[in-house]
C-alpha cells in the first residue's frame, strides 16, 4: 500500500487559472494531491488546522494579506509545513527574503511545468530549490560575507518596507495601505519616511515616481 501514499498540498493564488493550472500540473503527477486551492491568505489561516498539509504552493501577491506574511505565519503554526513560493516577482530580489522567512523554494511563475514537479520533488525529499543563478548568488554571497544577492537598491528595504513600496506603486494611499496591513497611518507613514531615505529620494513624489515605474516593470514580467 506504500505506492498509494500522496503527500498532500494546497495552492494560494489569487489568478482562477494560474491556481488550475498549479494544481492539474502537480495532480497529475504520482504521489502528489492537492487537497485545497486558496485565493485568500485569509482563507488559509481559517482552514489550515483541518487541512495538515505537507507542502504550501504560495504566490507572494495576494489580496490583503500578502503571501510572505502568510508564509510567516504558517511555518510559526506549523515547523514540519514545506513552502514553495511561486511569484512573477524578481528572484534575486525576493529569493533570499522567502528563504529567510522559512520557505524551502522559490520559483518564477513563468517556469514550465517540469520545473515546479522538480522544485516539489525536491523540497518534500529535504532540499531547498531556487534557480542555479541565486543558487550561485547566494553561495558567492556567503563566501565573500556579504548578505546580499541583488544589486537593486531594493535589497536594503526590509520585508514590510517593500510591501509598502509595492503598494504606493499601485496608487495605493496612505489610508488604504494602513488598512490592508492592518497597521496605523502613522506607522504607515514612517515606512514610507524610511523608504525615501534608504532610496535616497527627496520626497513624495519621488517616491511615488520610483514605485510606479518598479510595479510597471514587474508587470511586464509576467
Known amino acids: 500500500m506504500a505506492d498509494d501514499y500522496k503527500q498532500n498540498i494546497i495552492v494560494i493564488d489569487d489568478h482562477p487559472m494560474m491556481r488550475k493550472g498549479l494544481s492539474e500540473t502537480l495532480n497529475a503527477e504520482h504521489g502528489f494531491e492537492v487537497i485545497d486551492q486558496f485565493e485568500r491568505a ?18 507572494i501577491s495576494l489580496p490583503g494579506m500578502s503571501g510572505l506574511e502568510l508564509l510567516k505565519h504558517l511555518v510559526s503554526r506549523d515547523s ?5 513560493i511561486v511569484s512573477r516577482h524578481e528572484e534575486n530580489l525576493y529569493a533570499k527574503r522567502v528563504l ?29 530549490y531556487v534557480s542555479d543563478e541565486v543558487s550561485e548568488k547566494l553561495l558567492l554571497g556567503m563566501a565573500q560575507g556579504r548578505d546580499d544577492i541583488s544589486e537593486s537598491p531594493l535589497e536594503q528595504l526590509s520585508d514590510r518596507e517593500l510591501e509598502v513600496f509595492e503598494f504606493t506603486g499601485k496608487g495605493k494611499t496612505t489610508r488604504d495601505i494602513a488598512e490592508k496591513l492592518h497597521l496605523s497611518v502613522k506607522t504607515v507613514e514612517s515606512y ?8 535616497n529620494l527627496d520626497n513624495a513624489t519621488e517616491l511615488m515616481r520610483h514605485a510606479v515605474k518598479w510595479v510597471e516593470g514587474e508587470k511586464k514580467q509576467k
Open 42 to 59: 485569509e482563507e488559509v489561516l481559517e482552514k489550515y488546522d483541518d487541512l495538515s498539509p505537507d507542502l504550501a504552493v504560495i504566490d
Open 80 to 84: 514540519d509545513l514545506k513552502v514553495l
Open 192 to 199: 514610507r519616511a524610511r523608504i525615501k531615505t534608504k532610496l
Open 100 to 128: 529567510r522567512a522559512g520557505a524551502k523554494g522559490y520559483i518564477m511563475k513563468q517556469e514550465a511545468g517540469e520545473v515546479l514537479v522538480k522544485a516539489v520533488r525536491k523540497i518534500l525529499n529535504g532540499g531547498i
